[in-house]
C-alpha cells in the first residue's frame, strides 16, 4: 500500500497506471478505482474487478478543465458554464464523447467527466491523462470512504492501493448535458439549487 505523503508515491501510483495495471486512490467524493481511460483492455479489467455489469458507463476523470477536449466532442454551451463554475469540484457532467474514446468507457454517444477537487487526484492525472474511474467497490456494495474499506472489497483484484485517509464518502452530483434542459441523473454534493444559479434543470 502506498501513502500519498511518502515521497514519490503519486508518481509510482501513475506508473503502474501507465503500465496498464489497477490502481485505486482517493478522491474528493469516495475511493475511485482508474484504469487509462484509453485502454480499452484496461477499462474491461476494472469492470471484471469490480464485477460490474458491462451496460454501466464508467466516468473519466481529469486533471483540469482544459482537459475535458480530449474526450468531448462538441461540448454544449450550458456545459461550459456548469465547468467554469463548479469544477474542481464533485460534479460529473455528461457530455458528447470523441470517437476515439473505447466503448468500454461508454458504449453510447456521450461520456461522464469530471475534474477531482482533491490536489492528490489532479496530481495523479496530470501524470497519467484522462482516467476511467469508478468508485472502489464490488458491484452493488457501499462506495469507500478509507483504504481499508477498499481492501475488504477488492483485495487480490487490484495492483496497488493509494492510501489517502478518509474521504468525504459522497459521490458525486451528475448533470446530463446531452439533454435540453440539462438534468440531474444523480443527486450529490452539489444541488438542485447551485445548478439553477448556472441554469435551468428539468
Known amino acids: 500500500m502506498l501513502k500519498v505523503d511518502e515521497p514519490g508515491a503519486i508518481e509510482r501510483a ?12 482517493p478522491t474528493d ?14 477499462v474491461a479489467a476494472l469492470y471484471r474487478a469490480k464485477e460490474r455489469p458491462p451496460e454501466r458507463a464508467i466516468a473519466v476523470l481529469i486533471a483540469e478543465p482544459s482537459m475535458v477536449d480530449l474526450v468531448a466532442d462538441h461540448i454544449p454551451r450550458v456545459a461550459r458554464r456548469l465547468m467554469d463554475r463548479f469544477w474542481p469540484g464533485a460534479l460529473t457532467l455528461i457530455v458528447p464523447k470523441r470517437l476515439d474514446v473505447p466503448d468500454a468507457v461508454s458504449g453510447g454517444p456521450t461520456v461522464g467527466v469530471r ?3 482533491l490536489e492528490t487526484t489532479r496530481r495523479l492525472l496530470a501524470e497519467t491523462g484522462p482516467l ?30 493509494l492510501d489517502g485517509g478518509v474521504t468525504d464518502g459522497v459521490p458525486s452530483t451528475v448533470v446530463d448535458c446531452s439533454r435540453t434542459p440539462p438534468a440531474i441523473v444523480r443527486p450529490g454534493p452539489i444541488t438542485e439549487e447551485q445548478l439553477r444559479v448556472v441554469t435551468r434543470l428539468a
Open 14 to 25: 501513475a506508473q503502474m497506471l501507465r503500465e496498464h495495471k489497477l490502481v485505486a486512490f
Open 29 to 42: 467524493t469516495v475511493y475511485g478505482l482508474g484504469a487509462l481511460a484509453f485502454s480499452a483492455d484496461d
Open 115 to 117: 475534474v477531482p477537487a
Open 132 to 161: 476511467a474511474v469508478t468508485s472502489a467497490n464490488r458491484s452493488g456494495q457501499p462506495s469507500p470512504r478509507s483504504a481499508e474499506e477498499v481492501m475488504l472489497q477488492l483485495e487480490g483484484r487490484i495492483h496497488a492501493m
